[in-house]
């Protein structure tokens, strides 16, 4: 993963630490809300216990960076470390106040995810796919920003396009971004859950979903026969006893010998069309 930044973000992201001119606060876990554009929604229990229990006997050396809210503090950085601190039982956590912007803070809230490498491909691809929306900018435009390649964020977008099923396995790890790739290209939607379930079952490698899918996509349909056309002659007889019987008739008409089926609404309607047979034999 390309680690340049573009730089607007750079000037604006310089350093996440404590500087010289700033104060340590101490405020209370209560008041701090996680960052509102924060585009991880996946933390790993295993990891965030583990930090937990590091807190719990060394403390937290990275103070948080918020700014003030209405109600207390919106977290700009850090959110792992307050989620594990609330864990651990902690009452104040240390933390740096800011002033930034709505967009600031949904850039750096990205751009700490990206280099720290801790965003699932569908969590990256719905954060460029916020910052375009919200900032009104092009993929070109991000690209530049970021230090991504046009086709590295253009790539991930596209796996927004897949199914709620696909997008979660993807955010689980038990489907890759390659394999998401690959599944957009079958043209047939209605059968991604099989072929999910063959990935997982077959343990299919990208490559091997690739060829899957070229083949899905070539097989074309089978085409229903259609019912042969009757001939005049048999149209005509059915349409002379429909009038006769005054009820619906098909005549079927086989190589060897056919049959003449009669409808009836009820008892007194069979009765009524035995009478006209018996009539006019």
């Known amino acids: ?36 554009y924060q585009p991880r929604k996946y933390f ?8 937990a229990n590091s807190i719990k006997e060394h403390g937290i050396l990275q103070p948080l960076i918020v700014r003030k809210s209405i109600k207390g503090y919106e977290l700009i ?10 864990q651990a039982g902690l009452e104040t956590v240390p933390v740096i106040v800011r002033e930034m912007t709505d967009n600031q803070m949904m ?8 280099q720290r490498e801790n965003l699932t491909p569908v969590e990256e691809a719905q954060a460029y796919q916020n910052l375009m929306v919200k900032l009104g900018m092009t993929q070109d435009e991000l690209s530049k920003r970021l230090g991504k390649s046009r086709s590295h ?6 796996l927004l396009n897949l199914s709620p099923e696909v997008i979660e396995k993807i955010n689980q790890g038990t489907l890759s971004m390659g394999h998401g790739r690959a599944l957009l290209g079958l043209k047939n939607e209605d059968k991604i859950t099989l072929v999910v379930e063959k990935i997982e079952r077959d343990k299919l490698n990208v490559r091997q979903v690739e060829k899957l899918i070229v083949e899905l996509n070539e097989r074309k349909p089978r ?3 259609k019912p042969a056309e009757k001939d005049i002659f048999i149209k005509e007889r059915e349409e002379t006893l429909k009038e006769r019987l005054g009820t619906g008739v098909t005549i079927h008409k086989g190589k060897r010998k056919g049959k003449i089926e009669i409808e009836f609404s ?16």
């Open 1 to 36: 993963m390309a680690r340049g930044l573009g730089k607007g973000l750079n000037s604006l992201f310089t350093d996440l630490n404590a500087k010289d001119d700033e104060q340590l606060e101490e405020v209370k876990v209560r008041e701090c809300r996680p960052n509102p």
């Open 107 to 114: 850039e750096v809230a990205l751009l700490e995810n990206l």
């Open 223 to 225: 085409q229903k026969k």
């Open 266 to 281: 009820d008892q007194e309607d069979l009765e009524r069309i035995l009478n006209w047979m018996e009539h006019n034999k």
């Open 44 to 51: 790993t229990e295993e990891a965030l216990e583990e930090l």
């Open 153 to 158: 964020i253009a790539n991930l977008v596209r």
């Open 77 to 86: 950085a850090g959110e792992r470390r307050y989620r594990a601190a609330k």
